[in-house]
């Protein structure tokens, strides 16, 4: 499923409307308002006073000529995470009925001089003060910089919509840890509990904006649960926005001292009930350790604190071991965390790491399998960024085993290694809100895959997720961003954005708040270049293609059901069964083993002649470097269909042109290990 190559040739009309349209509006000023002409973009009713957006033109609606929607995706967002970690760790609300003197203020400790702003002095430096006050002035806040206030205020959303945005991944976000230890709090800190809340405010801003433009469903802000209905409100020309979470200890699955907190009825309960409030996108894990996989590290001193809120959490620091393939976590690094340390029991210190060990022991659970499991069957996405590298690649693994095209990275926090897995996958992909030059150069070095595979790009911009963004370039440099300018889409005209007193220039002031992104999308034209525009343009359709064929998976039929087994050995142990059906009896905790000699095989008997076109293999910790995959219609005359001399063990795909057959037999060749060959499953399919 490919999208037609870029026309390159749109890029010079472009330029030259950006031109004519950017000189008529110096010449005539803003277009006039809904108030005067009626325009469906223009609210009847917006609150007074409140932000100005500062683009004028018609958002672009429909399609482009093959049918394709148009538009950027933020992949990750977290628009209500002031709701969050107790409710006072990010200032300021998205929305407030009381107006934007009540949604844009300080938290009350910050006040008279922000010396109080603990997190703030922990995330930015210095002593934490700063002026506490927001409308009207804004005199030290938002800013790219300050990692504890408001920048999704609505209106800052709104001015993105009409700069070209028509997809926005609203993350539900909280950690429990994080909430304990923080001296201000409103609320308990359990993190399912957060994230009903933070369901429930998107809703009501939904509710919102609706009450602005003249009724339920009448506005630009479009809560959607799958791919059609997000289709339809791009095409309408607004915004879709999809619900999505990224929390420590989902369902409860914490693990302390290696014991998982949760079981599987946990699971399905929290899955059923993510669905039911309309979330479609989510992480695993996040920052720490759980019952489900092992995070990706931090680094540095962030890291360092972090890892000692793992400890609080689970009882156990990071473990790290060697990688065993090119892929590797970040690594953790050896900076001093002093306050988060105080934290920690006398006696106990956070551990160093040996440079040479960056990727961690833990990996994907049986429980995070059985996660990842429950979500395909309910059609929804995985998260892939803050897993580790061990957990990303059996994760990968089970996808590619069942042609799974669901899985995301949203902000950069993937290895740069698994980006075609996702792309030949069918998944997507979304860079981190850096400067314009990073965006830039790291949307060039992947910039052949998306090629190759016919995708669009994105960002995630991670606002409220006390990340940092784009620091101002400056007025001097040679290419600044000039004001007005033309959006990508070549029709509204975008000028400074003015709240209160306060009018911010991306030169000057970096990407301070969301209202910026689409003079940070302008600033990566005059960096980057057309051509990473373009691919960002093409995000929407990328999206939703990944979103609808994910919905539209249906999980094939695994021929192995019911076969009978045999094998050339079959280890023998006094305590349990390592028989050849083993392999096939649709338990994972069972397994064939053979003996301990390379040339051994398994046959599997279908009962009757259908085409075989792939065959999964489960291998236990004993696993096959070389192997082949046969097949024959009487079970005298086999042919090899597939093979390998690299196999790693993990779950194995053997894809081949479709081939009638009755037996299949996996031909062992080479041992990987000192013992012989173990298979947990074995699955035979036609598709």
Known sequence: MTMPPRPHHRRRRIALLSSLLALVTLLLGPAPGASADGSWWEPTARPAPDSRIGVTGEPFTGTDAQGRV????????????????????????TFSEKGIADALKDCPEHYPDGSLAVFDFIT????????????????????????????????????????GQRVLVNDLVTNGVICSVYFFKDRDCDEMTSIRLQAKKTYDLQSYVDTMY????KGWFRIVTDSAQARSVIQQGKLAVILGVETSEPFGCKQVLDIAQCGKADIDRGLDELHRLGVRSMFLCHKFDNALCGVRYDEGGLGTAI??????????????ETCKGPQHDNPIGGAAATEAEKRLPDGVEVPSYSADAQCNTRGLTDLGEYALRGMMKRKMMLEIDHMSVKATGRALDILESESYPGVLSSHSWMD????????????????????????G??????????DKYGVGYGYGTDMNGVGGWPAPRGADTSNPVRYPFVGADGTTVIDRQTTGERTWDLNTDGAAHYGLVPDWVEDIRLVGGQEVVDDLFRGAESYLRTWGASEGHEAAVNLATGSSATASSAEWSAFTSYAPGRAVDGDIATRWASDWSDDQSLTLDLKSTGLVKRVTLDWERAYGKAYRVELSTDGTNWRSVWSTETGDGGLDTARFTGTPARYVRVHGVQRGTEWGYSLREVGVYSS
């Open 70 to 93: 148009r538009g950027f995706v933020d992949a990750h967002n977290h628009l209500m995470a002031n709701e969050a970690f107790g409710g006072r760790l990010i200032c300021g609300k």
């Open 441 to 450: 150069k790291e949307a060039k070095r992947t910039e052949a895959l998306r």
């Open 307 to 320: 890892n000692v809120g793992q400890f609080l959490s689970t009882g156990t620091f990071w473990q790290t």
């Open 214 to 217: 003249g009724g339920p469903g």
């Open 124 to 163: 930015k430096g210095g002593d934490g003060k700063h002026d506490p006050d927001g409308w009207p002035t804004f005199k030290d806040w938002p800013a790219h910089d300050s990692l504890t206030h408001q920048q999704n205020y609505y209106a800052w959303v709104e001015r993105a919509w009409r700069g």
């Open 416 to 439: 740069l290694g698994w980006t075609e897995r996702v792309y030949r996958l069918g998944g997507f992909i979304a860079q981190y809100m850096h400067g314009s030059e990073d965006f």
